[in-house]
């Protein structure tokens, strides 16, 4: 059974720069088949997707939060990362790594199908 | 960027009952649409893809319609265990995008 989990702080400052890393067990980061997502959810509210990669390291980004955003790959690790600048109290939120479906056919297909438990990072001083 | 709308926002209903989640795509989305579901403090779960495909695991009383636009989740009979909150998030072309989400509570 594939497995994601995220971790990293838990909190971080204003300014400052917030970098969460997502392990994949039980299956390979390298599969063609797939990319692998970000995705965030601030107390209370819906689920926000900030971006998604591929293993060659092709990158999708939520234009809202592209400036600041950088999702990299590292395939030896089977881990893929999530870097955001300049945050603020706004970037308080739930943080998910997701697996998504890669099906490029006439009817292409990018849905979530693996999720990990999601990690809690606050922006606070 | 395409904008997902759901109808509902929150809904009241008792077990046994059926119940239907409507969410409404800006522009056609070709079936390009999953449905998933979240539990209070746990990570959401997909439920359907491609608009009415189950995935596979989850129990038969889901299903989802729709075509075009517009599309809906359908409970067939309400469990003690589907009490959540419902989002439903296009595939058709990033920036992929959910819905607001639709909670589902007792009566």
């Known amino acids: 059974q594939l497995q994601l989990q995220e971790s990293g702080p838990g909190l971080v400052k204003p300014s400052e720069t917030l970098s969460l890393t997502c392990t994949v067990s039980s299956g390979s980061i390298s599969s063609s088949n797939y990319y692998w997502g970000w995705i965030r959810q601030p107390p209370g509210k819906g689920l926000e997707w900030i971006g998604s990669i591929y293993y060659s390291g092709s990158t999708y980004y939520n234009p809202s939060l592209k400036s600041r955003v950088t999702i990299s790959v590292d395939t030896s690790k089977n881990q893929f990362s999530l870097k955001l600048t300049s945050v603020t109290a706004a970037d308080t939120a739930v943080y998910y790594c997701?697996?998504?479906?890669?099906?490029?056919?006439?009817?292409?297909?990018?849905?979530?199908?693996?999720w990990g438990q999601g990690t809690l990072v606050t922006v606070s001083s | 960027d395409i904008q997902m709308t759901q109808s509902p926002s929150s809904l009241s209903a008792s077990v046994g009952d059926r119940v239907t989640i409507t969410c409404r795509a800006s522009q056609g989305i070709s079936n390009s649409l999953a449905w998933y579901q979240q539990l209070p403090g746990k990570a959401p779960k997909l439920l359907l893809y491609a608009a009415s495909r189950l995935q596979s695991g989850v129990p038969s009383r889901f299903s989802g319609s729709g075509s075009g636009t517009d599309y809906t989740l359908t409970i067939s009979s309400l469990q003690p265990e589907d009490f959540a909150t419902y989002y439903c998030q296009h595939y058709y072309g990033a920036p992929w995008t959910f819905g607001q989400g639709t909670k589902v509570e007792i009566k």
């Open positions: 997701a697996r998504q479906k890669r099906v490029v056919t006439a009817i292409p297909e990018y849905y979530f199908d693996y």
